[in-house]
């Protein structure tokens, strides 16, 4: 069966830090540009970060620039996000994705771009709050 399975999520402390994970099983990352969403409470699921599949180029949505850090592991199939000087609005449920040689460019977090992602996690709750 091919999925993706987030990990790491959990409750912390503003200006805390967590790191997320996100394995592939079934198939392989080497091919996707992959990247994190994130979908709090009556909003929608808008775009956090993603790393692309061919030259490892990475961007960052306004909100997380300069605190969060997306890097892969190819050769564990994984994708992490860390996470740090958490803030209570980042408090969501956070999805891995997986887009088949997409573009990792500014445009990823336009709304557009989450109908060509191939691939979703299911979600890692995240929870600030002191």
């Known amino acids: 069966q091919q999925q993706l399975v987030e990990s790491g999520g959990d409750l912390v402390q503003p200006g805390g830090s967590l790191r997320l994970s996100c394995t592939a099983s079934g198939f392989t990352l080497n091919h996707y540009t992959l990247g994190w969403f994130r979908q709090a409470p009556g909003k929608e699921r808008e775009g956090v970060s993603c790393i692309s599949y061919s030259d490892g180029d990475t961007n960052y949505a306004d909100s997380v620039k300069g605190r969060f850090t997306i890097s892969r592991d190819n050769a564990k199939n994984t994708v992490y996000l860390q996470m740090n000087s958490l803030k209570p609005e980042d408090t969501a449920v956070y999805f891995c994705?997986?887009?088949?040689?997409?573009?990792?460019?500014?445009?990823?977090?336009?709304?557009?771009?989450?109908?060509?992602?191939?691939?979703w996690g299911r979600g890692t709750q995240v929870t600030v709050s002191s």
């Open positions: 994705a997986a887009e088949l040689v997409g573009p990792c460019t500014t445009d990823y977090f336009n709304d557009y771009r989450r109908s060509q992602i191939d691939r």
